[in-house]
């Protein structure tokens, strides 16, 4: 596991005036805790990182929605910029694939997989999931499990965020972007009941916003 960016427990984030935030948010939001330029900087850092170790063969990236699209589109773009830039180039192949395991802001404990016949074309390949964010561990742990079964030849896991959480069953991720605290963050892609994925900042969500959106 490589470094990551640790944000304290105490760290408030950003105020919401010091940055753009889209009107219809505004009062749903507690902060901004990572700012957009500051998650694109760390992702090409993330990028460079990948290519260095995974750079021989062709890489099968997987990515896993909804949450992970906008964080996985980044991310191969600064690997096919580093592709077209340097030496060493590495050959993708996208495939994506869904998990469900969130009712408002609880895990439910009941882990869907949605997609998983489809993943027979990962026997032999490298493989890299691309994940928004790992809280507890267990929706990774059954992923790692599904695609171990199609005995892919080497797998690595790419986070944007990993959340400090006591919820842990202890996994880490080979690749982090961020370590948050134990809060419910949303933005880039990351979702509250489908809302909030139009956010470009991660952000820590309010009691109200939780409330408005809450199903």
């Known amino acids: 596991m490589g470094d990551f960016i640790k944000i304290e427990d105490e760290d408030k984030g950003y105020n919401l005036n010091m940055f753009c935030v889209p009107r219809h948010y505004e009062q749903d939001l507690e902060s ?10 760390r992702t090409e ?12 063969d062709s890489l099968v990236v997987l990515c896993v929605l909804k ?10 773009d600064y690997i096919k910029a580093l592709n077209r830039n340097s030496e060493r180039s590495i050959q993708l192949i996208v495939d994506f694939i869904r998990l469900k395991s969130y009712e408002n802001d609880q895990s ?10 489809s993943l027979s074309n990962l026997q032999g390949k490298d493989v890299l999931i691309v994940e928004d964010i790992v809280d507890t561990g267990n929706t990774m742990k059954k992923l790692l499990q599904v695609i171990g079964d199609n005995k892919p030849a080497r797998v690595k896991v ?21 370590e948050v605290p134990d809060k419910f963050v949303v933005g880039y892609a990351l979702d509250y009941n489908e809302y909030f994925r139009d956010l470009g900042h991660i952000c820590i969500i ?10």
């Open 32 to 41: 901004i805790l990572i700012p957009h330029g500051i998650i694109l900087d």
């Open 45 to 56: 850092r993330l990028a460079r990182d990948i290519v260095k170790d995974m750079g021989e």
């Open 67 to 76: 949450g992970g699209y906008k964080f996985c589109s980044d991310l191969l």
């Open 108 to 117: 439910s404990g009941d882990i869907k997989v949605i997609g998983g016949d």
């Open 158 to 178: 790419v986070s944007l965020l990993v959340k400090r959480t006591p919820r842990s069953v202890g996994y880490r991720p080979d690749y982090i972007g961020f």
């Open 206 to 215: 309010n009691d109200e916003g939780k409330k408005k959106y809450a199903v």
